[in-house]
């Protein structure tokens, strides 16, 4: 059961009203309330600015605050919009040793790094890693924290940094990719506490008074883009797009040039999706056609001189505003290794650059344009890690605009013969959707938006 | 599977033998294993059925249930299973070392030296194959809590007092086998399959006779023709030439020889009770011999696998040990110490489930075990190392340049030496990476500087392990012409971070565990 | 239960009885359907098994019998427990109930168990339990259990019959209850004996809710997340009946089945492609064993393996643990040197390598370019160039000439 709003709001209404609940919940909560407030975010769905606004209202309210991220680069971006949007506050960004925090989070006045969480005691926010909260000891705890991306947070890492705190505010997306270990965790599988399980899971688990908010719609996602994935990733939870249909746009300045990649990106400015589909074949993971079908799609993309136009005004489609997303590290590389070889910047430290990555690093990412190695493409079988809901949601929902997705035609047969021969753990609640159905539910959709290559 | 390994299994099928996936054995193997083969009785979670052991290969003991539903003969068989294998496990608790350490006072913060006794070996158990420890593992479940005639309230059925120092002992065991990289309890078929391909798939090698059967193909058979063999010969009577190295007995067996046998057993006890003092001495009679039939059917389908876990060892010990073996196998000497001071202390059996810190402070210890053994394999076997280089996590190569270079910055110099490798490598190097020397007498710390795809080089800058000099200490950097490897994996575990007590559980993980209900254990049925 | 699923009337039902030839029809109980979804990719066992064909005896024929048996001391254990759970007039079963359902505490006198008429054939017993389903769901404060009852499932177009354990109404919804002999230890269970266990149960959902939509004259909901709130609908959670720890206590476990309900529909609706892969049959291809006069099959070995043969197959080693055919196939796969033989994943590694002697050619860097294709000779490069490297960091960490 989610605390969910009306869908005969307007879309601003209904996220204006289900954030101020969270925020009552979290800033003001009433005496006998439980101690944690879980708010489930879509993807896009203003979690970010959620989170920012939460910090501010506890910060004015008179309270310090503890910020629990799950990777260094999501601590970096939160100091960053935090100092951005609240220049009074004063920021610690707490880090470890061996990682020095980015330059963006460190440009501001207001905001301060250290290895040590002493020299940050006194200012209003102190923001870091679940891994580097761990280790803090401090005669003080904070009141109020917030945990951010706490669905991709383990719950036994959630068990280390509770006693920081007394009361949290806990913000995720549970449609992403779970956490996982790569040993044996069977014998606790069923545990309200298992340590492998994600930290909301035990939350809820042990403090079955605490219903879930749900942020009701998403301002990432197009109107093309949010039915599709709120019906294949959220069937029981669903949301909708801040968005309608014409509010954004695609212009391309150079003409399509007849070849099958710009047909697609052509479908893909008018529709919101392409599928670029290359003949059926098993192939190695790498595979080389595909790679380049993803390279080829980008250069176009970059060459046609791609206008965004949407709610907040007009800009050009740069390299920074397009993602490839792959499903493992070697095609990541592979397809960086493509673009560069046709003159696409695709390294950040030398200018806006295209990203190339794995589902893994573009969570809570976002980007005009996404171009998609789909993760079965070529594949001889699916296993569960291909077939994991979390990673299709992830690189199917990281566009404001469009999504191109590049695969080798027999996806649809590979999921037919796919055995479903899944073991069950008792006392382990199901994960929906099932990732044979999100898979399936996303390929009929872009079946109407087929391109064939070759 | 890694393509390395699938590489191995490829050549495997082509020269119908087994094939190398090590160059060194990556597991401790004792001097006096304890081998145990333990038989379950089918349709029963944990019913024992028979278990032959010994550390002596000529001379297996077998003990067993002649009835298996029969709870009396249950307990009576765990009594000698445990008075059996309890001295060997006892055997190693006497001989200690001290082991030098410091304590921190939690109050002043002051390190005083303090000694801890440390086992100088440990008991290592060698069973067949995972089902064996998990049968081993219910054993453990089912009679850990049992109440001897010793407890204050023995209840109904008191148990002889091995049975549950017994299931304590397979408990800590079983558990122990579930950290990565430790030998006190190893099942044979996944230490061969750690260390040889065979040409047939991961599922087909967890039987442990057709696994074998790649090392050793009888004259004229590939290893698949002897593994089919292995798997499904049958005798005229029904019955596999190679029976299952268990737990689990083959249904033909238990329909046609164990079944018939245990109901002659069980009328010639019937018979032996309803006797008359003239037929006393008889029906005795027939009970001895209906039990050494009995005690003879299951000796005759366990030896091959007693036979096959010794030759398995066999295979092993050839094997040169990695030397990285003999640190992780004090860790399992303090495992050992650890279980033995807890039984000392009177400590109760451990409880059903782990409480939330106990299960994470175990999750946290495999998952730095893990790490541990990885890194120590590639650093002990090239042929370990070479699936890291495959996957890009490290290159080697020769050095071909050392340019001397410094960082000026600071008050003094430091030195920032470069060192350039040629690789036919490719590492997934992006300048700016972090890399490891493997192999350093210091450890070593780089950063990728640069790479040259066309003239196969890769550039590292040196930053640490050469001293605190401007100038590298000698020997302290590679020369040209030496082969280096270089990881972009560290080489050490990183400490896991530190868990509260039990008792400080905090409320999102439902606060301390209550005092768990001992009773409530007791009270179990055992039928 | 040996059912025939098939009406005579049905020309696909005519074609694949011909297939079978003389042998009794297997029947398409819930095990079987279960069992649809573990390899659904082998065309050769969706054949057979559509055609209720005793795969079981061709194997034996083609000389590789399949290994699986069950003990007999499995099998009293397990009748023993069952019978347990119904002593007492269903005391020991209702007992886990009660505290998972909210049964009354003193129901003994409230719970009716109508007669589903045991001894009556399947259309008959089916028709009883269609109304002793409506009737109990009629009243909402009633508690019924439906002893096994028999229920109908539409499988490619014919009616096949199935048997739950039990079926327990009230409050006008059903809960299916599955009885099973594995032990549920400190609250887990075997997860693949669970999951055999919630597909199962979930083709008797399937039934129950086309049972359902047939009393109240609508069709079944379709797609996968679709909640069915008719009268007598099943709920999608169903009960695991199991003996507790090591003892002979039962205590029950709720399944949330609503993704193995998912599956199943999936599988059935696939069922209905059987069609064309009769149609790519050679002509006459029979699976008859033509037994004699005392039943023993004197089908030619070679001439079985050639009708076996015609229909290909989908072998990965899962299938020596849950097909009668697997050791046959597995031995086929090796002939026919196909990479299959090490395992499912291997494939993903080696792209459109199929073969091991390919694979080690690649290796081995003496692979000719056979295709004039560009891209497809670019994949087998990039395959053969990882498989190279690989070959030779392998030669180079054992000391191997390269």
């Not at chain 2, 001290?98 to 002051?110: H, L, N, V, Y």
């Not at chain 2, 010793?150 to 209840?155: H, L, N, R, V, W």
Request: with cysteine; charged share 25%; hydrophobic share 40%.
């Amino acid at each position: 059961m989610t605390v969910g709003m009306t869908a005969d709001q307007a879309p601003g209404a209904a996220a204006d009203a289900a954030v101020a609940a969270i925020l009552e919940a979290a800033v003001r909560p009433v005496p006998g309330a439980p101690r944690g407030v879980v708010v489930d975010s879509p993807p896009g769905a203003g979690k970010s600015t959620l989170v920012v606004r939460a910090a501010r209202e506890l910060v004015a309210s008179g309270e310090r605050l503890m910020i629990v991220a799950q990777t260094n680069s999501q601590v970096d971006d939160l100091v960053d919009r935090l100092a951005t949007k609240g220049p009074d506050l004063t920021i610690g960004r707490l880090h470890a040793g061996d990682s020095r925090p980015a330059p963006e989070a460190l440009r501001h006045a207001g905001v301060t790094a250290s290895e040590k969480v002493a020299d940050l005691l006194e200012h209003d926010v102190v923001v870091s890693t679940a891994a580097k909260w761990q280790w803090v000891r401090t005669e003080a705890p904070w009141r109020h924290a917030i945990v951010d991306e706490a669905y991709q947070m383990r719950s036994d890492a959630l068990l280390a940094v509770a006693r920081l705190f007394e009361r949290a505010l806990f913000v995720g997306d549970p449609g992403q990719l779970d956490p996982f270990t790569v040993v044996g965790t069977d014998q606790w599988a069923g545990l309200s506490y298992d340590p492998s399980s994600s930290a909301v899971v035990t939350l809820l688990a042990h403090n079955p008074a605490i219903r879930p908010h749900r942020l009701p719609v998403s301002w990432r996602l197009p109107a093309s883009a949010a039915p599709l994935i709120s019906s294949a990733f959220y069937p029981y939870t669903p949301f909708r797009a801040g968005t309608g249909p014409g509010e954004r746009r695609l212009e391309a300045a150079v003409r399509a040039d007849g070849t099958p990649v710009d047909a697609a990106i052509d479908e893909a400015v008018e529709s919101g999706w392409a599928l670029l589909e290359l003949p059926a074949r098993h192939t190695v993971r790498t595979d080389p056609q595909a790679v380049a079908a993803v390279a080829a799609v980008v250069r176009r993309l970059l060459d046609r001189g791609l206008t965004a136009h949407s709610e907040q005004g007009t800009a050009p489609v740069e390299p920074g505003r397009i993602a490839v997303g792959t499903a493992h590290r070697d095609q990541a590389a592979a397809v960086r290794q493509a673009l560069v070889a046709l003159g696409v910047p695709v390294d950040a430290a030398e200018g806006p650059a295209v990203t190339v990555d794995t589902a893994n690093r573009l969570q809570g990412r976002e980007y005009d344009v996404t171009v998609v190695l789909h993760p079965l493409s070529g594949r001889p079988d699916a296993t569960a890690f291909h077939l994991e809901t979390g990673r299709l949601c992830v690189l199917a929902s990281r566009h404001r605009h469009a999504c191109i997705v590049v695969a080798r035609a027999g996806i649809a047969e590979l999921l037919d013969e796919h055995p479903s021969t899944e073991p069950v753990q008792l006392g382990v609640a199901v994960k929906f959707p099932d990732g044979w159905e999100a898979n399936h539910a996303v390929l009929a959709h872009l079946s109407a938006h087929r391109v064939p290559l070759g | 599977m890694s393509l390395l390994s699938t590489l191995a299994r490829l050549e495997s099928v082509r020269s119908g033998r087994a094939e190398p996936l090590a160059t060194v054995r990556h597991r401790h193997l004792s001097e006096r294993p304890m081998v145990v083969v333990p038989l379950a009785a089918a349709g029963e979670a944990g019913a024992p059925l028979a278990v032959m052991l010994g550390t002596d290969r000529e001379a297996p003991r077998l003990h067993i249930v002649p009835q298996p539903l029969n709870r009396d003969q249950r307990f009576d068989f765990l009594a000698r299973f445990g008075a059996d294998l309890l001295p060997y496990l006892e055997s190693f608790a006497d001989d200690v070392e001290q082991i030098e350490g410091t304590e921190k006072d939690a109050e002043t913060g002051e390190k005083t030296q303090v000694f801890r006794e440390l086992c100088a070996d440990a008991p290592q158990l060698v069973v067949p194959n995972g089902g064996s420890v998990q049968h081993l593992a219910l054993i453990g479940r089912s009679t850990r809590f049992r109440r001897t005639a010793e407890d204050a309230d023995p209840g109904p059925y008191p148990a002889p007092t091995q049975v549950p120092l017994l299931g304590r002992w397979l408990t800590h065991l079983t558990d122990r086998a579930q950290v990565p990289g430790s030998s006190l309890l190893l099942p044979m078929t996944s230490l061969l399959a750690r260390h040889w391909a065979t040409g047939q798939s991961h599922l087909e090698d967890q039987h442990l006779a057709a696994l074998l059967a790649w090392h050793r193909p009888p004259a004229g058979l590939t290893g698949a023709e002897a593994a089919e063999r292995a798997e499904s010969e049958r005798d005229a009577h029904g019955q596999l030439v190679r029976p299952p190295a268990g737990p689990a007995t083959d249904p033909k067996f238990d329909e046609l020889v164990l079944a018939p046998a245990i109901a002659r057993h069980d009328a010639a006890l019937a018979a032996a009770r309803s006797a008359g003092p003239g037929e006393a001495a008889r029906a005795e009679l027939l009970v001895k011999q209906a039990a050494e039939q009995l005690h003879g059917v299951l000796e005759q389908v366990l030896l091959p696998t007693w036979a096959d876990v010794w030759f398995g060892l066999d295979l092993l010990r050839a094997l040169p040990e990695g030397a990285h073996v003999t640190e992780r196998w004090e860790g399992d000497r303090w495992s050992y110490t650890g279980h033995r001071d807890r039984l000392a202390a009177g400590e109760p059996p451990q409880p059903k489930q782990d409480d939330a810190v106990t299960a994470a402070r175990k999750l946290a210890q495999r998952e730095r075990e893990q790490v541990r053994l990885e890194v120590q394999e590639a650093l002990d076997d090239p042929l370990a190392m070479a699936e890291h280089r495959l996957a890009g996590e490290a290159f080697a190569g020769e050095v071909v340049a050392v340019v001397p270079e410094y960082d000026t910055s600071g008050r003094s110099a430091k030195p920032r030496p470069l060192l350039v490798v040629r690789t036919q490598d490719r590492p997934h190097a992006d300048a700016g990476r972090e890399v490891h020397r493997a192999g350093a007498a210091t450890p070593q710390r780089g950063v990728i500087a640069g790479a040259d795809a066309a003239e196969g080089t890769v550039t590292v800058r040196v930053v640490s392990g050469m001293g605190r000099r401007k100038e590298p200490e000698p020997g302290s950097l590679p020369e040209v012409g030496e082969q280096v490897v270089f990881t972009l994996f560290e080489l050490t575990a990183r400490q896991s971070a530190p868990l509260p007590e039990p008792e400080d559980t905090p409320w999102t993980h439902g606060g301390p565990p209550g005092a768990a209900p001992m009773s409530a254990n007791v009270a179990e049925e055992w039928e | 239960m040996n059912v025939s699923h098939l009406g005579q009337s049905e020309p696909l039902a005519q074609r694949l009885s011909e297939l079978r030839g003389r042998a009794p029809q297997r029947s398409l109980d819930a095990r079987a359907l279960a069992a649809l979804a573990a390899n659904p990719g082998c065309r050769r066992r969706s054949l057979l098994d559509a055609a209720g064909v005793d795969k079981a005896a061709i194997a034996r024929q083609l000389g590789r019998p399949a290994p699986f048996g069950q003990s007999p001391f499995a099998l009293a254990r397990g009748n023993v427990f069952e019978a347990r759970l119904k002593d007492d007039g269903y005391a020991a079963l209702l007992e886990p109930l009660r505290r998972h359902l909210g049964l009354p505490e003193e129901s003994g006198t409230q719970l009716a168990v109508p007669d589903l008429m045991r001894r009556s054939s399947p259309a008959v017993r089916a028709e009883r339990t269609r109304e002793a389903l409506a009737e109990a769901a009629a009243d909402p404060e009633r508690w019924t259990l439906l002893d096994h009852p028999m229920l109908r499932l539409t499988v490619a177009g014919s009616p096949a019959h199935l048997e739950p354990d039990a079926v327990l109404v009230h409050g006008g919804r059903c809960t299916v209850v599955e009885i099973k002999s594995f032990p549920v230890l400190d609250g887990s269970a075997d997860p693949a004996k669970v999951g055999a266990a919630a597909r199962q149960a979930a083709v008797y959902v399937l039934a129950l809710q086309e049972t359902a939509a047939a009393l109240a004259g609508v069709p079944v909901e379709p797609g996968p997340y679709g909640v069915q709130e008719l009268p007598g609908s099943p709920i999608t959670t169903v009960l695991l009946v199991c003996p507790k720890d090591f003892s002979n206590r039962p205590t029950a476990a709720a399944v949330d089945v609503r993704r193995e309900l998912a599956t199943t529909r999936r599988q059935l609706s696939r069922m209905t492609g059987i069609g064309q892969l009769l149609d790519a049959l050679p002509e006459g291809t029979s699976f008859d064993l033509v037994p004699d006069e005392g039943g023993a099959p004197t089908r030619p070995a070679e001439e079985l393996a050639a009708a076996v043969g015609s229909v290909p197959a989908a072998y990965s080693p899962d299938c020596l643990s849950t097909c009668e055919l697997g050791f046959h196939c597995r031995s086929q796969a090796r002939c026919s040197d196909a990479v299959e033989q090490l395992g499912r994943g291997v494939r993903g590694e080696l792209g459109s390598i199929r073969t091991v002697s390919a694979a080690l050619a690649a290796a081995e860097a003496a692979v000719a370019a056979t295709s004039a294709d560009d891209g497809e000779r670019a994949e087998a490069d990039e395959a053969a160039a990882r498989l190279r490297y690989a070959a030779a960091l392998r030669a180079e960490a054992l000391g191997r000439a390269v």
